[in-house]
């Protein structure tokens, strides 16, 4: 795995937000709104985690999955790859990717004790089968960097102590993985966003120790409004949800 984030496939493969905003024709064809896709994103995001917390595996792994869920859908349209069995296989593959493996029979053994829904209980052969064509849709790029790791050298290197907003920082970044921010900016970048609302919200001024890191706080304050903003307007609803499915289940 490469050592250095700059000179990382997750580097060479950063997209703009506009690169990343975008349904794919197919789901277009079926009526599947931008706010749609974000959603079915953000409602998948919170199932590979359900599932991960079933299987017991560690938060690098969910979030090396959601970004691999992300990454195909820049690529590949929900229409062809349903969410619902990229889910559970994008956890599998971060698994083996992050040395946590867990068996694809529990994996299925747990879709099934968590989901009534037929449409989400995947068997084992379409797991392993959907797994193929991930790392393809992925071409085969599986390194993820993660805000975690820099979050907490930024912490000790700015002195914080406080448990308080060590813990909201944190929050903040897991948080994160429900958009698609850690397709579009360096995960360093991520870190001090989230480091920056909680100093805000913990009412911790480390102001002067921002200003000798010699970043562009403009765009450290951007991707904090982003985060903001997430917060304040998406809710997830089960109605809204069966609805934007209601769409991709739909063969005319």
Not at 117 to 124: L, P, S, T
């Amino acid at each position: 795995m490469a050592a250095n984030f700059w000179t990382s496939s997750h580097f060479e493969q950063l997209l703009d937000p506009e690169e990343v905003d975008v349904v794919h024709q197919l789901d277009k064809d079926k009526g599947l709104t931008l706010e749609e896709f974000k959603l079915i994103k953000m409602h998948m995001t919170n199932c590979i985690l359900k599932l991960a917390q079933s299987v017991k595996v560690r938060q690098r792994v969910v979030a090396t999955a959601v970004t691999y869920m992300r990454r195909v859908y820049t690529r590949k349209s929900m229409s062809e790859y349903d969410p619902r069995l990229i889910a559970p296989t994008c956890l599998y593959l971060a698994s083996k990717a992050e040395e946590s493996t867990v068996q694809a029979r529990l994996l299925v053994f747990y879709i099934k004790k968590l989901n009534s829904d037929e449409k989400y209980r995947y068997e084992i052969k379409e797991i392993l089968e959907m797994e193929m064509k991930i790392l393809e849709a992925l071409n085969y790029y599986l390194v993820v960097f993660h805000p975690y790791r820099t979050l907490a050298q930024l912490l000790q290197d700015a002195g914080i102590n406080d448990m308080s907003m060590t813990q909201l920082s944190w929050g903040l970044v897991n948080d994160t993985y429900k958009m698609d921010l850690i397709l579009t900016h360096p995960p360093y970048l991520i870190a001090l966003a989230c480091m920056y609302i909680a100093s805000v919200h913990r009412e911790k001024d480390i102001t002067t120790w921002f200003e000798e890191l010699r970043v562009d706080m403009n765009v450290v304050k951007n991707i904090s409004m982003e985060i903001l903003d997430f917060y304040e307007n998406y809710k997830i609803s089960d109605e809204r949800i069966n609805a934007a499915f209601s769409k991709l289940d739909f063969n005319p």
